[in-house]
């Protein structure tokens, strides 16, 4: 135990240091890396806890992009505004769409939510006027912590260091709800659920409201994340919404492995990875990356987590 | 003893991160004083079908210089962009940041060049736009350090409205297809086209993507008394279905088609056949239609390459090669100057195929002729004949303000 | 009055067209509940070898043979392969496993026969246009009417007439049963994912005079197929042909109405089916 713990705030010294060691865009990279975890992380709240296989989490990722976008052009440059709405946004947002999505289950419960992802998809193109169709909304500015702590270097959002900091330091919050919220009486509900709903249920358990509670945490989490992403490149666009998305964020999850909290984390690295690197030395990198997903799927069937976790025990028997 | 994966998961990642940056430096033994280009164009997929004999055509141009200019060497970092604004924008700031490119070579998919645009302007680095036709970027988006080879949506619908008007019909159908550029497109058509005393019909605004035209096909065919032409505006595998269902639905006869000229061409003619014939068309450039040496040079060697005549997307990718070979001879090889190679741009002289070219110091937008063809078949093969010429057209690049790099 | 028939015609040959395309997912997905986010690979799979049939004989009716049987062939390794040993492992590990499929399939395709989009020429029998009630309709969509009728009969003829079809029926419905039965169950999800795959495959060729060949042309048409099979109802042909009339006259009437958001019609009657009868319009238990 604790090992791990060490192995974990190396980690975290080497995360924090990442700056003074990096060049160019890799600093960058790294950012995407927890910004695309904590996507990841949110929607295992659904799949690896409550067990709700959600195939249209890329609406909250979505629409919190598009949120922080309007905010940033249109109204103010203030961080904490911009985060307050996208917040207040995602939550509504999930809430609403939770209320009816829950009222399904099974197969129904994924194409619901997935047609509910690809009409925000539509909507996002089709609307140009507001949302700038297929092109996206372009010069994004960076929003600023307080009016002027752009000029004091070490607290601009502008550059890459502080925003790398603002996502290192969200992504830990993310990740500390997370851990708690499975240690809690609810994320113990919440796994009760994803074992048998009926017993929950006749146990006493408010089910309905718990998975609502669970669709909301979620969505606002992936609306943050969505959020982040869009500042970092300046950019947003209808692509979140659509299906692609809401099942690449689901791979994500599932090579890293449901059922452990840093599950996703892992996916998320070996996903965004696959992508930015496998491209750079060929032109046919679909070819690879399909491979090695199916390869992932035969050879680690929980995930790479999983896979782990399973050698560590073999380890420690052997 | 246990390995953590959090731990050795994100260190893996920084390792690879650092070891491919490495390994890409040693995989392309790029010298000191080699000019670098990047490209960002897709490769892959549907849009590879444009980008990558855009990027043989480009290469072709350099060829003919022997891949250097003013005694530098040109080597080229080829990346897929994925047709993804979001990874475009990611690879743009690693060309920029950590490859140190001096120019940046496309993009095909207009989004990116939007998406884009603000990291090119500030990272001071040079951006030749082969095809995206995107009024914007040389309009209110415009920058010293973008140039267009290519053409603006304006440009080739203002010619083709007033020539339709004039020649064609006066009742117009129109469908677009309901995204933002074609909005631009079919803008343009009816500024000039109205102008000649056109009216709008009907005008039909299909989902992006829309493969079946059966239900606009028919509100067409109820109105086709009062229906001269049509002008469609698609993008996509939609274009030859579009055309193709035009054909079966028997309204060829009354109406005519018309689009831009890269609605039916040589891109097209493998998908559309023979239900391409009399669709008339305007843009800058069209293999059949322009009897020309610097064409006819051009069309044949693409021709022996490719296996059929060029488009306008090719012509496109191989002025830009010549356009970029032409501003490092005028600067010698010095690209420490930007506002030098700036003007470089602007006073450039290249035999295009396309015919009159020059780059607009006011936009970065090209300026050429707009041609009206019409698709007929020539000993056998699907080309374009030459109806009539307009002159250097010329985009006005309103709202367009640049100050020198 | 004609425009009305018109328009009805339209939105039968689109709901036809959609029937032939998800037949194959009703099978593998609605009956074997086995996810093949991959259906649309071997629907492209089938336009391209079929393409590439005709191209070498001129025979439409060779090419469509060869797109359907090369799928069907293709379906049977991928099957043994890959599909079986996931059977017991779910959906996630399919789902990744068929998305993988879907990028290797793509790109496939793109390195043998370029990213140029392909189309074909509709056979001279089947070219031009007819009077029915004094509206025009193309020849080709009442051929693909046509066709789409025929599958749902011949489907329906051996899931309620025929001694296999009760077979399959058995193994999908209750696969211990079945076995102690002495049914062989493998043998038959084999043969229901093959037949699948030939559907798939077939559907592609024939749609290509409409909507071309061109890599990646199963993504979108994956989709549909998908709310096809769901709102009609999984686990019944039956399903699948009520859900593929439902999404074409939602797809036909939306681009009378509002153009633009078209697609979204589809996707609105989806969700309230769904919320009203989970189990799709002729779902048996909800699953």
């Not at chain 3, 993504?219 to 709102?231: E, G, K, P």
Request: some cysteine; glycine content about 12%; aromatic content about 10%.
């Amino acid at each position: 135990m604790t090992r791990k713990r060490a192995a974990l705030l190396a980690g975290l010294l080497l995360l924090i240091a990442a700056p003074w060691f990096t060049t160019g865009t890799q600093n960058d990279f790294i950012g995407d890396i927890l910004i695309y975890s904590l996507f990841a992380l949110s929607l295992n709240i659904l799949i690896g806890q409550l067990g709700l296989l959600s195939f249209g989490h890329g609406t909250f990722y979505g629409l919190g992009g598009y949120a922080a976008a309007f905010m940033l052009l249109k109204a103010s440059h203030s961080l904490w505004f911009m985060f307050a709405v996208v917040i207040a946004v995602s939550a509504l947002a999930s809430l609403v769409i939770g209320y009816f999505a829950l009222l399904s289950r099974g197969m129904a419960f994924v194409m619901i939510t997935m047609a509910i992802s690809q009409l925000f998809y539509i909507v996002a193109v089709t609307a140009y006027k507001i949302t700038g169709g297929v092109d996206g909304l372009t010069s994004i500015p960076r929003p600023e912590l307080f009016p002027g702590s752009d000029e004091i270097q070490w607290l601009s959002l502008s550059g890459t260091t502080g925003f790398y900091y603002l996502c290192l330091v969200i992504f830990l919050l993310g990740l500390g709800i997370l851990y708690r919220l499975r240690r809690s009486p609810l994320g113990a509900a919440f796994e009760g659920i994803r074992e048998n709903e009926e017993r929950m249920r006749s146990v006493g358990y408010p089910v309905a409201r718990y998975k609502l509670i669970g669709f909301v945490l979620s969505g606002t989490l992936a609306g943050i994340a969505g959020a982040l992403s869009v500042i970092q490149l300046g950019f947003a666009g209808p692509t979140a919404f659509f299906w692609t998305t809401s099942g690449e964020v689901i791979l994500a999850v599932v090579i890293g492995g449901a059922s452990t909290l840093f599950g996703p984390v892992i996916g998320s690295v070996v996903f965004l990875s696959l992508f930015r690197f496998i491209g750079q030395y060929t032109e046919h990198w679909r070819l690879f990356v399909g491979i090695v997903f199916v390869a992932l799927v035969m050879f680690a069937p929980g995930g790479l987590g999983d896979l782990w976790r399973r050698r560590k025990d073999r380890a420690a028997q052997g | 003893m246990a390995r953590i994966p959090a731990f050795s998961s994100r260190l893996k990642s920084r390792i690879l991160a650092a070891g491919a940056v490495a390994c890409f430096g040693i995989a392309t033994p790029a010298l000191a004083q080699d000019i670098k280009i990047g490209t960002v164009i897709g490769f892959s997929g549907l849009f590879g079908a444009y980008g990558n004999p855009l990027f043989e055509t480009f290469k072709m141009a350099l060829e003919e210089s022997g891949g250097q200019a003013a005694g530098r060497k040109i080597t080229i970092i080829k990346e897929d962009d994925k047709t993804d604004p979001k990874y475009a924008i990611q690879l743009v700031r690693r060309y920029i940041q950590d490859d140190k490119v001096d120019f940046l070579l496309g993009p095909v998919y207009t989004p990116i060049a939007a998406a884009i645009r603000d990291d090119v302007h500030r990272g001071k680095t040079f951006l030749i736009v082969p095809l995206a036709g995107d009024d914007g970027i040389t309009r209110e988006m415009c920058s010293p350090y973008i140039v267009r080879t290519s053409f603006s949506s304006w440009q080739q619908n203002v010619s083709l409205g007033d020539y339709v008007a004039k020649n064609v019909g006066k009742r117009a159908a129109l469908v677009t297809s309901n995204f933002a550029a074609a909005h631009q497109q079919s803008a343009a058509f009816l500024e000039t086209f109205k102008a000649g005393g056109g009216e709008v019909i009907l005008h039909e605004r299909p989902a992006l993507g829309t493969a079946d035209y059966a239900a606009i096909l028919t509100n067409i065919r109820a109105r086709q008394d009062s229906i001269d032409v049509v002008y469609a505006f698609l993008i996509g595998p939609p274009v030859a279905a579009f055309t193709n269902q035009w054909a079966q639905s028997g309204l060829r006869e009354k109406i005519k088609l018309v689009g831009v000229i890269p609605m039916a061409d040589e891109f097209w003619f493998p998908g559309q056949k023979d239900n391409a014939l009399g669709i008339i068309g305007g843009g800058p450039y069209a293999a059949g239609a322009l009897d020309t040496p610097a064409n006819n040079a051009f069309v044949a060697r693409f021709q022996r390459k490719f296996n059929r005549a060029p488009t306008s997307t090719e012509v496109g990718g191989y002025d830009a090669g010549k356009l970029l070979i032409s501003v490092i001879e005028q600067v010698k090889g010095n690209l420490k100057d930007k506002a030098a190679i700036r003007r470089a741009f602007s006073n450039a002289e290249i035999n295009s195929p396309r015919g009159y070219f020059k780059i607009d110091p006011k936009t970065g937008n090209v300026i050429n002729n707009i041609y009206i063809t019409r698709v007929v078949k020539r000993n056998g093969v699907l080309t374009h004949e030459l109806i009539q010429t307009y002159e250097k057209v010329r985009d006005p690049g309103t709202g367009c303000k640049m100050s020198a790099p | 009055m004609a425009l009305l028939i018109e328009q009805a015609v339209n939105g039968l040959q689109l709901s036809m067209l959609l029937f032939l395309i998800s037949s194959g997912l009703a099978l593998t997905f609605g009956m074997m509940q086995v996810v093949n986010l991959a259906h649309g690979s071997l629907y492209m799979l089938g336009a391209f070898i079929g393409l590439a049939a005709h191209a070498a004989s001129g025979s439409f009716v060779l090419g469509l043979a060869a797109g359907a049987l090369a799928t069907a062939l293709c379906g049977l390794v991928l099957e043994q392969m890959l599909f079986k040993p996931l059977y017991p492992r779910g959906f996630h590990a399919q789902a990744l496993m068929t998305f993988g499929l879907i990028f290797f399939f793509d790109e496939l395709v793109q390195i043998i026969w370029g990213a140029d989009i392909k189309s074909l020429t509709v056979p001279a029998a089947l070219d031009g246009t007819t009077l029915i009630g004094g509206a025009t309709v193309s020849l080709y969509r009442l051929f693909l009417i046509g066709c789409g009728l025929l599958l749902a009969l011949v489907l329906a003829g051996v899931f309620t007439g025929t001694r296999l079809g009760a077979v399959i029926r058995a193994c999908v419905d209750d696969r211990e049963a079945a076995e102690s039965l002495g049914l062989q169950v493998p043998r038959v999800f084999t043969l229901v994912f093959v037949v699948g795959a030939a559907l798939a495959g077939a559907a592609g060729f024939l749609a290509v005079p409409l909507f071309t060949a061109f890599t990646g042309m199963g993504n979108d048409t994956l989709i549909l197929a998908l709310v096809v099979v769901v709102l009609g109802g999984m686990r019944s042909v039956l399903g699948a042909f009520v859900g593929s009339l439902v999404v074409g006259f939602s797809l036909s009437i939306g681009q009378i109405l509002i153009a633009g958001y078209a697609n979204a019609v589809v996707y609105v009657v989806l969700a309230i089916v769904l919320l009203v009868r989970p189990a799709g319009l002729i779902g048996g238990e909800a699953r």
